[in-house]
């Protein structure tokens, strides 16, 4: 299984993007689908997700300015992102996981939003 994310990059503040991740390889219709993400000196820190059955959750940071969702049929999941400030720059990864599995990840894009 592979996870190939793009739509990273660089834009000022309160630019908008669009990530893309999507799954080739036998990995079904996951469980769930998402996004993490990692700026310079913290943990990796979940950003979104998104079920099978199109229930999602997005943390209190983003939440109003970040959307999830996913095309079942493609095994592929996005990230629309407006209104990006400073602190949103980071290395996005997107993952799926397989119920009873460990969480299967992309390569990570790059974001950087300058102020």
Do not use: H
Not at 5 to 24: M, P, W, Y
Not at 54 to 67: A, E, H, I, L
Not at 69 to 98: H, I, W
């Amino acid at each position: 299984v592979q996870l190939q994310a793009s739509g990273g990059g660089l834009v000022q503040a309160g630019e908008s993007l669009r990530l893309s991740c999507e799954a080739s390889g036998n990995f079904g219709n996951p469980y769930v689908m998402g996004w993490y993400r990692q700026r310079p000196g913290k943990e990796r820190e979940l950003v979104a997700e998104i079920m099978r059955n199109g229930n999602t959750n997005v943390v209190d940071s983003v939440k109003g300015r970040f959307t999830i969702a996913r095309d079942n049929a493609k095994t592929a999941v996005y990230l629309q992102m407006n209104n990006l400030q400073p602190e949103g720059s980071a290395v996005y990864y997107c993952f799926g996981r397989q119920s009873g599995y460990p969480n299967s990840w992309g390569q990570g894009t790059q974001v950087t939003v300058s102020s």
